[in-house]
C-alpha cells in the first residue's frame, strides 16, 4: 500500500494549509488513518488520527486550530491548519493501516508511511 501526501509549502504565520494524502492499493478496509510531524531537531510526533468510525484524537498543541477529516470512498486523509505559527514548521507524515491483499489471495495487515510534506511557516 503506498501513500501519496500533498499540500505542504509555505504560509504565514497566521494562514491556512490543506494537507491530503492519498493511499493506493490493493486494499481491503482502513482501519486508522492520521498525520504526525518532525520539526527540525526533534522526535516525529502525533498530530491527529481519526478511526473508521471518524473519531478524532488531536495532540494538544493542534487542538482548536487543525482538523483531521477522512473520505472512505477515496481511501484519503485530510488535515486542515488554520491559524498557523512558526513552531508548525515541520515535515508532516501522512501513516494508515488497516488490511490489504498485499500478495497473492491473502488478506494481510499493513500500516504505511507516506514520504512527508514540508510545511513552513514564517514570515
Known amino acids: 500500500v503506498q501513500l501519496q501526501a500533498s499540500g505542504g509549502g509555505l504560509v504565514q504565520p497566521g494562514g491556512s494549509l490543506r494537507l491530503s494524502c492519498a493511499a493506493s492499493?490493493?486494499?481491503?478496509?482502513?482501519?486508522?488513518m492520521g498525520w504526525y510531524r518532525q520539526g527540525p531537531g526533534k522526535q516525529r510526533d502525533l498530530v491527529a488520527v481519526?478511526?473508521?468510525?471518524?473519531?478524532?484524537v488531536y495532540a494538544d498543541s493542534v487542538k482548536g486550530c487543525f482538523t483531521i477529516s477522512r473520505d472512505n470512498a477515496k481511501n484519503t486523509v485530510h488535515l486542515q491548519m488554520n491559524s498557523l505559527k512558526p513552531e508548525d514548521t515541520a515535515v508532516y507524515f501522512c501513516?494508515?493501516?488497516?488490511?490489504?491483499?498485499?500478495?497473492?489471495?491473502?488478506?494481510?495487515?499493513?500500516?504505511?508511511w507516506g514520504q512527508g510534506t514540508l510545511v513552513t511557516v514564517s514570515s
Open positions: 501513516t494508515v493501516n488497516g488490511l490489504a491483499f498485499v500478495e497473492g489471495p491473502t488478506l494481510t495487515p499493513f500500516a504505511s
Open positions: 492499493g490493493r486494499i481491503r478496509s482502513i482501519n486508522v
Open positions: 481519526i478511526t473508521s468510525e471518524d473519531t478524532a
